[in-house]
């Protein structure tokens, strides 16, 4: 099988993902598919993402969420040749990607788009992911949280399994080897957050001899392999546990006073929650559809999150936090050292930005939900930051147990601790 084994060759790929795509916005009146129903902003098919109005979280305005009840499949496919491990990779055009395409997991797909309620083609690899496949080996299988601030109770559930042998590639995919994703996880832009996310869950392993993911740093490596340490996940255990979910109701759209509908979708009044729903129109030669038009939220500006590390004993430490956010149906989850989300305008800690970066990507959130919005994503050597009851500073290998856990972590943990795979410390 043709195996890209560095970050330049699979780049030739993306760009071959590019060609006859095109995205333009245009009025809400040319979006025939959606509309107002029953107080949210509605596919006529009822299968794929709604844009409801809650209230009862932070502000009598009452907000504006992603609700979409299927969880998504994000799955990887693995496997060997010639003793060499490999992942099936996707180089996915999506209307609202940095660049335009980006590479995503071997299957990124709603219930809406593999059993093709909007009348496309199919979802390629999929029945090796959700089917039972004698080719096919599951490795591991849980269920993720999405953005809590985006998406009202959203999960995704997150595969990955290996095949006995290769599947027959099929265009806009590619085989990357280890060396491959080491290189790419340090670039901006390349790999999406779905594919972080699910590199990040992957084995991991403390030497390249064995069977999985091997950092490059060897202060990572050896954190890896440090001791667990029950009580300090038993602590951080125990503040998610004792967060308070907020008590939400839907409200229409309509009545949300701080929103009002316009020429291009909804926009607010005042920024507050700092984005605006507005259509798109998407013509992509490698997708299940060739051409579109949908909802896409736009924020006004750039977010931010930033995961503080330290060295101990010659391992690496990082800090994590426990932090509420709205639309999580866990109320909180254990996610990096600092997070602003897109169009939000507070500003970091002084020591998220004077402390010494080791790695940085900007990335940008799911393309098909959102139209560029962009944040950094950064490493940052720092150990100035006394524990408190909501945060910790963990090993790799407490991290990694957290990682591989349903419903514990936030997707911006996820996306950040990918770049730990590339990124030099020695």
């Given at each position: 099988m043709l195996i890209a084994r560095t970050a330049a060759e699979l780049g030739q790929v993306l760009d071959q993902s590019r060609a006859n795509f095109a995205v333009e916005r245009v009025p809400a009146s040319q979006a025939e598919d959606w509309s107002l129903t029953d107080g949210a902003l509605q596919h006529s098919s009822r299968g794929f993402f709604s844009v409801v109005g809650v209230t009862g979280a932070r502000t009598d305005e009452g907000l504006v969420l992603l609700y979409q009840p299927q969880a998504a499949v994000t799955g990887l496919l693995s496997a060997h040749s010639d003793g060499e491990l490999c992942f099936l990779l996707q180089?996915?055009?999506?209307?609202?990607?940095?660049?335009?395409?980006?590479?995503?997991?071997?299957?990124?797909?709603?219930?809406?788009?593999?059993?093709r309620l909007h009348g496309g083609a199919g979802t390629p690899y999929v029945e090796a992911l959700?089917?039972?496949?004698?080719?096919?080996?599951?490795?591991?299988?849980?269920?993720?949280?999405?953005?809590?601030?985006?998406?009202?109770?959203?999960?995704?559930?997150?595969?990955?399994?290996?095949?006995?042998e290769p599947p027959p590639l099929q265009p806009g995919f590619v085989w990357a080897n280890v060396a491959a994703v080491r290189q790419a996880c340090l670039e901006s832009a390349f790999f999406n957050i779905d594919l972080r996310s699910i590199f990040s869950i992957a084995h991991w392993t403390t030497g390249e001899a064995e069977e999985g993911l091997a950092p490059r740093s060897l202060s990572v490596r050896r954190s890896l392999g440090a001791p667990v340490r029950p009580e300090v996940l038993g602590r951080l255990l125990a503040a998610l546990g004792s967060a308070e979910r907020a008590e939400l109701c839907y409200a229409p759209l309509e009545s949300l006073s701080n929103w009002r509908r316009t020429e291009w979708g909804f926009s607010e009044r005042t920024l507050r929650q700092g984005f605006s729903i507005e259509f798109y129109r998407t013509s992509a030669k490698f997708r299940e559809k060739s051409s579109w038009v949908q909802p896409l939220v736009n924020s006004v500006s750039e977010g931010e999150v930033v995961l503080a590390c330290r060295e101990r004993a010659g391992a690496l430490e990082v800090l994590v936090r426990?932090?509420?956010?709205?639309?999580?149906?866990?109320?909180?989850?254990?996610?990096?050292?600092?997070?602003?989300?897109?169009?939000?305008?507070?500003?970091?800690?002084?020591?998220?930005?004077?402390?010494?970066?080791?790695?940085?990507?900007?990335?940008?959130?799911?393309?098909?939900?959102?139209?560029?919005?962009?944040?950094?994503?950064?490493?940052?050597?720092?150990?100035?930051?006394?524990?408190?009851?909501?945060?910790?500073?963990?090993?790799?290998?407490?991290?990694?147990?957290?990682?591989?856990?349903?419903?514990i972590c936030t997707i911006q943990l996820r996306g950040v601790v990918s770049q730990l795979l590339g990124a030099e410390f020695d």
């Open positions: 180089a996915r055009a999506e209307p609202g990607c940095l660049g335009q395409a980006q590479f995503g997991p071997t299957v990124q797909s709603t219930p809406a788009n593999f059993m959700i089917a039972h496949d004698r080719a096919t080996m599951p490795v591991d299988d849980t269920t993720q949280l999405d953005l809590g601030e985006r998406y009202l109770f959203k999960t995704k559930r997150s595969i990955l399994a290996r095949a006995s426990v932090e509420p956010e709205t639309g999580l149906a866990t109320g909180a989850a254990i996610g990096p050292s600092y997070v602003r989300y897109p169009g939000m305008e507070s500003l970091p800690p002084a020591w998220a930005s004077e402390a010494p970066g080791i790695s940085g990507t900007t990335e940008s959130d799911e393309g098909g939900r959102f139209f560029r919005d962009a944040s950094l994503y950064k490493i940052v050597r720092f150990d100035a930051i006394e524990e408190t009851p909501n945060n910790a500073w963990v090993r790799l290998s407490e991290l990694k147990m957290l990682l591989r856990t349903s419903n």
